[in-house]
């Protein structure tokens, strides 16, 4: 592997956890949707998926749900908020 990519060693050293970051070009308002599950409320049976457009950072919707990793749970909510805004 060192002599395929010698490069990737180093972004992947646990001595090199450096996050890179890209700066942002927004389209336009509700071009580009960001969805993310929050776990921090499992403990107690509470999980949160959220939606947030990317160019405005407005949250266009926030669910408590029993488990955000299933995925007919997300693509339910996606869809209600697809619809919700009209697409």
Do not use: C
């Not at 002599?3 to 996050?19: C, H, L, Q, T």
């Amino acid at each position: 592997m060192h002599e395929e990519d010698p490069d990737g060693f180093s972004f992947r050293s646990p001595a090199a956890k450096k996050i890179q970051r890209f700066p942002k070009y927004p389209i336009g308002i509700n071009e580009r949707w960001a969805g993310d599950g929050h776990d921090k409320l499992n403990q107690i049976g509470i999980a949160i998926w959220a939606v947030v457009d990317e160019a405005t950072s407005k949250w266009l919707g926030a669910w408590a749900v029993p488990n955000n990793r299933l995925g007919a749970v997300v693509a339910y909510l996606a869809l209600s908020l697809i619809e919700e805004m009209g697409g």
